[in-house]
Nanobody
Framework: QVQLVESGGGLVQAGGSLRLSCAAS????????MAWFRQAPGKEREFVSA????????DYADSVKGRFSISRDNAQGRVYLQMNSLKPEDTAIYYC??????????????????WGQGTQVTVSS
């Protein structure tokens, strides 16, 4: 099994920045692509960004492209989400997710095998 623990969420004013971190533990060699999803109150969980194990393949949702940046450190078992120019509509619980080995990045949430508990991001106007 793989455990994912997010950190770095909080309250920030519009236009500000936050950096989310996700620490993976357990059978981390069994993970491939990692990603971030988010869920706002009353809305469905949506894709934010994904990164392949090599870091070569990266994808962003249109709503965050140019503002968010995903990266990973395989040696440390971590993936990061740098969020700049935050907007009130970015307010959500952010989840770190990972696929099992051998899979590539995807925008589809059921393609991910492991999920963290989430971290709250609140952007005030």
């Amino acid at each position: 099994q793989v455990q994912l623990v997010e950190s770095g969420g909080g309250l920030v004013q519009a236009g500000g920045s936050l950096r989310l971190s996700c620490a993976a533990s357990g059978r981390t060699f069994d993970t491939a692509a990692m990603a971030w999803f988010r869920q706002a109150p009353g809305k469905e969980r949506e894709f934010v960004s994904a990164i392949s194990r090599s870091g070569i393949n990266i994808d962003y949702a249109d709503s965050v492209k140019g503002r968010f940046s995903i990266s990973r450190d395989n040696a440390q078992g971590r993936v990061y989400l740098q969020m700049n120019s935050l907007k009130p509509e970015d307010t959500a619980i952010y989840y770190c997710v990972a696929t099992k080995a051998g899979r590539t990045i995807s925008r589809v949430r059921n393609q991910y095998d492991y999920w963290g508990q989430g971290t709250q991001v609140t952007v005030s106007s």
